[in-house]
């Protein structure tokens, strides 16, 4: 669909910073046109209170009009524990309610392999197995 999107930061490893990515909102041609200066005014809003956790905004909110047709918002993403994340971001027009795009962000943060201890070994046995 037009109002979902999906920002995939990937697998990381732990520790290894703040993970950004821009996303950008603009306003329509037709709207900018039709405003008269009023503009749209918008929030940014996560289904999950926990992701504030591991996901922070540079703006929750603002308005877009014949001046300001652009914003970016930076999504910053840390890097501090091993797991795998994953949100909803609902973009919602303040001025009509039916008008909502849904972005979900993921990422997956990882150890290290070359500082990852070895927990396991799997043996694997019967025909065709290889040995090493």
């Known amino acids: 669909s037009a109002r979902r999107f999906h920002v995939d930061l990937g697998q990381q490893n732990v520790g290894s910073g703040v993970v950004q990515w821009d996303i950008g909102l603009e306003l329509a041609a037709a709207a900018a046109e039709g405003s008269s200066g009023a503009?749209?005014?918008?929030?940014?809003?996560?289904?999950?209170a926990l992701s504030a956790k591991w996901l922070e905004l540079s703006?929750?909110?603002?308005?877009?009009?014949?001046?300001?047709?652009?914003?970016?918002?930076?999504?910053?993403?840390?890097?501090?524990?091993?797991?795998?994340?994953?949100?909803?971001?609902?973009?919602?027009?303040?001025?009509?309610?039916?008008?909502?795009?849904?972005v979900r962000v993921t990422l997956e943060v990882v150890a290290d392999a070359a500082s990852a201890s070895q927990v396991f070994n799997v043996l694997v046995e019967g025909a065709g197995a290889a040995e090493g």
């Open 59 to 102: 703006r929750y909110d603002g308005r877009l009009d014949a001046h300001h047709f652009k914003q970016t918002v930076t999504l910053s993403a840390r890097t501090d524990s091993l797991a795998t994340h994953a949100t909803y971001l609902a973009v919602c027009n303040l001025d009509w309610r039916g008008d909502v795009s849904i």
């Open 39 to 48: 503009g749209v005014r918008y929030e940014i809003v996560s289904t999950d």
